[in-house]
């Protein structure tokens, strides 16, 4: 069996200040076009990205700047992972509504966070403990076959 690849891994730890979200998509920005992902693809990442150290700041830490959240890029060969670490308590995942494009939720004020990251990456995981949320997201990188066909 192969060794897995090893990531090129970018870690950034920010203070909960919604202003230095503008930081976040510049690295956002510069892993994605490192990864030759196209720009619809690239956008979904910054879109999701966003959102992650939005709810970080926002809801984990309530904007609080003495508390600090950690994102870490790790650039693998076909995929690229993001994960956010955050020192809230987490929320309870069966109170998450599950698709807010339903005539009930068009109008809601909170909860598209979720919905966006979902629909913008392919995987996205959250794990809860007592030193805080991690939220795991994860987008595949065209094949090379499928990118050829495309072009």
């Not at 730890?13 to 990864?35: Q, Y």
């Not at 690229?80 to 509504?97: A, C, N, P, Q, Y």
């Not at 995987?123 to 094949?143: A, Q």
């Amino acid at each position: 069996m192969a060794d897995a690849p090893i990531p090129e891994v970018i870690s950034l730890r920010l203070p909960s200040r919604l202003e230095l979200l503008a930081v976040l998509d510049r690295v956002c920005v510069t892993v994605c076009e490192r990864m030759d992902f196209d720009e619809d693809t690239s956008s979904q990442v910054g879109m999701a990205v966003i959102e992650a150290g939005t709810n970080a700041v926002q809801h984990a830490h309530q904007r609080d700047p003495s508390k600090y959240f950690d994102m870490e890029f790790q650039l693998f060969p076909d995929r690229l992972e993001v994960i956010v670490k955050d020192s809230g308590k987490g929320f309870d995942m069966s109170r998450i509504t599950p698709d807010v494009t339903t005539p009930e939720h068009l109008f809601d004020m909170r909860g598209r966070g979720i919905f966006i990251m979902r629909s913008c990456m392919d995987t996205v995981d959250f794990e809860f403990g007592e030193n805080g949320t991690t939220c795991h997201l994860v987008k595949h990188r065209p094949s090379t076959a499928s990118r050829a066909a495309d072009a």
